[in-house]
Structures are given as structure tokens and as C-alpha cells.
């Protein structure tokens, strides 16, 4: 049965997204679910971020920490981490959104079934320059263990909700990239949890030119380095792993 007293802990670090964070925001706020709570972790972003978070200062719910230093998503995220109380915790980038229903029918989702983890479809809007295309909404695997993800890397970070007591010690590695993907390996691998699928879409992903996201070259390289360090892949499971999630990013995202 469906108990609306279970509280959410939002996880949302920011770095300089201050044309999308209101959107990001007020898509939490306008949530149909209403027993959250978001925690903001600014950056120190030197946008019009810090202007655009004041109009929040009077939300019980909503907690900002403004860093006196930039130390990267993993910092954030596991501030945050560190933060939270709840019975789950779910994360939203600051230039991504959420639909209105995305926590109330994702969470039901886990409690009827009983699962730990969780994540959904998803829109991704390619920004280059001044222009944006919609892509057309992913159609993810229904579930994902390990040995799958390290072939298609396709959970996205904005879509997951996680039972917080699962997660235990596992935090995010201070890494200039992927350090979501690591994340989610060292998640799937050290708990042995399937990560399961609500079948809906839940969120728009906005993928910026020049933003980390949009790297290819050097994620892919990035990926050889961090698959071999921190996952103890051998030569021949990291090519399989780098060609297969290589070929996933195409198929969804283009060549762009």
C-alpha cells in the first residue's frame, strides 16, 4: 500500500546553471508528491545563480549551502548525501526538469514491489549555440545489474530514486568525469541490487554544447582510464565496454 509519509531528500548540485536552475527548481515545487525535501549545493557558481536561488530562502523545504569554493559535482552530491534523513533520495541536476507525477507514481513504483532502486525513461534536448532539437523519448532496458551497465550506461542520474538505507557507505569519487557512471557501477556491483525501471518517462536531460556531457573524445578516453582503475576491468571487458556504450550514446543522442 502506497504511504505518502515517506520523505524524499532532493540532491541538487549547481554549477553556473543559472538560466535553468528557476525551471529545475519549480519543477520540484509543483511535484504532486509533496513530503520532500531538496537540498541546493551551489558551487560557487559565478552566473546569476546565487540571485535566482534567493527567491527559495523562504521555503521550509528547500535548503541551500553556498560553497566558498568550487569542488565539483561528486562533493555536491555527496554533501547532500550527507545531509539527507529520509527513507529515499532522489537527485536532479540543475538544467534538468522533472514531470509533475515523476515522485509520486516512482515511488509507489518501489513500494509495491519492493525495490531499492530505480530509475526511468527520459527526453534529452540537445542545445548548440543558440538552437535545441527534442530527441525522440529513450526506451531504456526494463533492469540493470552490472555486467549490463557496463555495456549501456543508460540510467540517468535526474531519473533515479534510491532507498536510502541501501546505499550505506557507497559515495561518489572525486573524478572530473562520470563520476555518476562510477557511482552507479560501485552501487550495482558492491550490493548486488538490480537497478529497475519505472515504465514512464519522468524528466527532461538537457545536454549543453561544451558541457561535460558533450565531450566525446575525452569521455570515451576517460571511460578506458576509470573502467580500468575503479571497476578492475581487464583489456577485452573494457573494449566491449567502451564500443558497446559508445554505440548506445550514438543511438540516443546522434553524432552531436
Known amino acids: 500500500m502506497f504511504k505518502k509519509n515517506k520523505t524524499i531528500d532532493i540532491i541538487m548540485p549547481n554549477y553556473n546553471k543559472g538560466k535553468f536552475i528557476t525551471e529545475a527548481v519549480n519543477s520540484v515545487i509543483n511535484q504532486s508528491y509533496k513530503n520532500w525535501r531538496l537540498f541546493i549545493i551551489d558551487d560557487n557558481s559565478t552566473d546569476e545563480s546565487k540571485k535566482k536561488l534567493k527567491q527559495y530562502r523562504k521555503k521550509k523545504r528547500i535548503k541551500v549551502f553556498y560553497l566558498k569554493k568550487n569542488k565539483g559535482p561528486a562533493y555536491c552530491r555527496n554533501l547532500g548525501l550527507k545531509k539527507s534523513k529520509s527513507n529515499f533520495v532522489a537527485f536532479l541536476d540543475s538544467d534538468d526538469y522533472w514531470y509533475k507525477n515523476k515522485l509520486k507514481l516512482q515511488l509507489k513504483f518501489m513500494l509495491d514491489n519492493n525495490y531499492a532502486f530505480t530509475f526511468t525513461d527520459f527526453t534529452p534536448i540537445l542545445f ?40 550505506k557507505n557507497i559515495r561518489f569519487k572525486n573524478l572530473e568525469l562520470m563520476e555518476d557512471y562510477i557511482f552507479k557501477c560501485d552501487l550495482m556491483r558492491k550490493t548486488r541490487i538490480t537497478f529497475q525501471k519505472f515504465p514512464q518517462s519522468t524528466a527532461i536531460y538537457r545536454i549543453i554544447n561544451k558541457s561535460r556531457s558533450s565531450k566525446k573524445i575525452n569521455n570515451i578516453y576517460t571511460l578506458w582510464k576509470i573502467n580500468k582503475k575503479y571497476n578492475n576491468l581487464n583489456f577485452f571487458k573494457n573494449l566491449i565496454s567502451l564500443i558497446f556504450i559508445s554505440f548506445n550514446s550514438l543511438k540516443k543522442y546522434g553524432f552531436k
Open 128 to 167: 548548440y549555440k543558440k538552437k535545441y532539437k527534442k530527441l525522440k523519448i529513450t526506451d531504456i532496458e526494463k533492469e540493470y545489474t552490472f555486467d549490463k551497465f557496463i555495456r549501456n550506461s543508460s540510467i540517468n542520474t535526474s531519473t533515479m530514486i534510491l532507498k536510502k538505507k541501501e546505499i
